[in-house]
Nanobody, 126 residues
Framework: QLRLVESGGGLVQPGGSLRLACAAS????????IGWFRQAPGKEREAVAC????????IWTDSVKGRFTISRDNAKKMVYLQMNSVKPEDTVVYYC???????????????????WGQGTQVTVSS
């Protein structure tokens, strides 16, 4: 069983930066595809980014392209979402998710992910 724990959320001013981290409790993270999603109250979950051995790093959401980057450190079993030039509309809960180890490519569909973290709140406000 893979367990994911997000951290790094909090309050940040518009234009600032924040780095979210996703820690995985697994023997080896190498073959897992990891995605970042976000969800606002009353709205559907939105795919933000994904990273996999097959696809590399992908940013799904047009509104964050050029501002957010996803990276991973397999040795530390960590995946990161670097958020730069944040905007008030980035204020939502962010989740990391993992696909089963046999699915080593990315998808933007949340149903394609088998494991989810508990989420971390990001609030962009002055």
């Amino acid at each position: 069983q893979l367990r994911l724990v997000e951290s790094g959320g909090g309050l940040v001013q518009p234009g600032g930066s924040l780095r979210l981290a996703c820690a995985a409790s697994v023997y080896s993270l190498d073959n897992y595809s990891i995605g970042w999603f976000r969800q606002a109250p009353g709205k559907e979950r939105e795919a933000v980014a994904c990273i996999s051995r097959t696809d590399g790093a992908k940013i799904w959401t047009d509104s964050v392209k050029g501002r957010f980057t996803i990276s991973r450190d397999n040795a530390k079993k960590m995946v990161y979402l670097q958020m730069n030039s944040v905007k008030p509309e980035d204020t939502v809960v962010y989740y990391c998710a993992a696909r089963g180890s046999m699915n080593n490519y990315c998808t933007a569909y949340d149903v394609g992910y088998d494991y989810w973290g508990q989420g971390t709140q990001v609030t962009v406000s002055s």
